[in-house]
């Protein structure tokens, strides 16, 4: 059982940044693939980006890809996002995601996913 916490979302003008954070709770985190999702207003649930359990590999969406950096500490059981040069594009609720299969962060079908956070906001204003 993993239990996920997303932190570090706010208010920021464009071509400002922020660091979001996840904080995993158990003792498997290590073991599992990582991924953030955004959810914009009135929107579906997207992929922003994903991250392997043992840090190596790295996928982004395309509309986020030389922008945004994920990463994780796995002593301490935490994930990243490191959002650069934020467009008003980018506003939605940024959730963090676990599953021990990378294929189903990447599938995009949400339901695939075995764990969620409850989501951070993040807002960019023009």
């Known amino acids: 059982q993993v239990q996920l916490e997303e932190s570090g979302g706010g208010l920021v003008q464009a071509g400002g940044s922020l660091r979001l954070s996840c904080a995993a709770s158990g003792r498997t985190f290590s073991t599992y693939d990582m991924g953030w999702f955004r959810q914009a207003p009135g929107k579906e649930r997207e992929f922003v980006a994903a991250?392997?359990?043992?840090?190596?590999?790295?996928v982004y969406a395309d509309s986020v890809k030389g922008r945004f950096t994920i990463s994780r500490d796995n002593a301490k059981n935490t994930v990243y996002l490191q959002m650069n040069s934020l467009k008003p594009e980018d506003t939605a609720v940024y959730y963090c995601?676990?599953?021990?299969?990378?294929?189903?962060?990447?599938?995009?079908?949400?339901?695939?996913?075995?764990?969620w956070g409850n989501g951070t906001p993040v807002t960019v204003s023009s």
């Open positions: 995601a676990a599953d021990p299969n990378f294929r189903a962060l990447l599938g995009g079908r949400i339901d695939a996913i075995d764990y």
């Open positions: 991250i392997n359990s043992n840090g190596d590999g790295r």
